[in-house]
């Protein structure tokens, strides 16, 4: 009689996991489940690329890039983004999306694939955090953009964070964890026009 491998590989890979762990089947493609009901990325994205199309101090209707890759052995599709504005206490620094706008594609920036679908974007004005639901989630091995649409840049120069974290679906009945992918960093300086001698204006 042949022996059961699927069978082999699932005990020795419920022996290596920590206590609490399961997979959802016996392979290590899956993702990592908690005891729980919390599902984990087996393998995380990552935070591959961002940008901006306008540098500048309250420059209208720039477009703010962040790119997600996800890999081939995430072992679950990605299904949310978070964005969150760091340090935006103030309504100088704060940024005021056109959530309308919002809109997503396969590959990069420079390197534009098909649209994809969003199911819902959100804004939490509380915690100045923007909430993009793909719909349907992006399979694994899919690298992906968000383009957020600000009205304007923040009205005060400097270096601003967006905190940015990816989700898994949430299974029935557990919860989907977040894995912080990085910050994506910008810098916006004061136009030239409003340098008046050693001051700006």
Same mark, same amino acid.
């Given at each position: ?45 990552s935070l591959t690329d961002y940008g901006t199309t306008r540098t500048t101090t309250f420059a209208p209707n720039p477009t703010y890039y962040f790119t ?32 309308? $706008? %919002?809109? *997503?594609?396969?590959?990069? /920036? +420079?390197?534009?694939? #098909?649209?994809?679908? @969003?199911?819902? &974007? ?21 690298? $992906? %953009?968000? *383009?957020?649409?600000?009205? /304007? +840049?923040?009205?005060? #120069?400097?270096?601003? @964070?967006?905190? &940015? ?29 409003? /340098? ?6």
């Amino acid at each position: 009689m042949k022996p059961n491998i699927s069978s082999w590989a699932g005990a020795l890979l419920a022996i290596a996991l920590p206590s609490g762990f399961a997979l959802s089947t016996p392979f290590a493609a899956t993702a990592v489940q908690l005891a729980d009901g919390t599902v984990y990325f087996e393998q995380p994205p990552s935070l591959t690329d961002y940008g901006t199309t306008r540098t500048t101090t309250f420059a209208p209707n720039p477009t703010y890039y962040f790119t997600v890759t996800l890999p081939p052995n995430a072992g679950e599709p990605l299904q949310r983004v978070t964005i969150e504005q760091r340090d935006s206490g103030t309504f100088a620094r704060r940024v005021d999306y056109r959530l309308e $706008a %919002t809109s *997503a594609f396969v590959g990069t /920036r +420079n390197r534009r694939g #098909d649209r994809l679908s @969003l199911g819902s &974007v959100a804004y939490d004005r509380d915690t100045q955090t923007l909430v993009v639901v793909f719909d349907p989630p992006l399979p694994p091995g899919t690298t $992906a %953009t968000l *383009a957020l649409r600000p009205r /304007r +840049n923040p009205q005060l #120069d400097g270096t601003y @964070l967006f905190r &940015v974290v990816a989700f898994p679906p949430e299974p029935d009945g557990g919860s989907a964890h977040g894995q912080f992918l990085g910050f994506g960093r910008f810098h916006f300086d004061r136009p030239e026009f409003f /340098r008046w001698g050693d001051r700006w204006w």
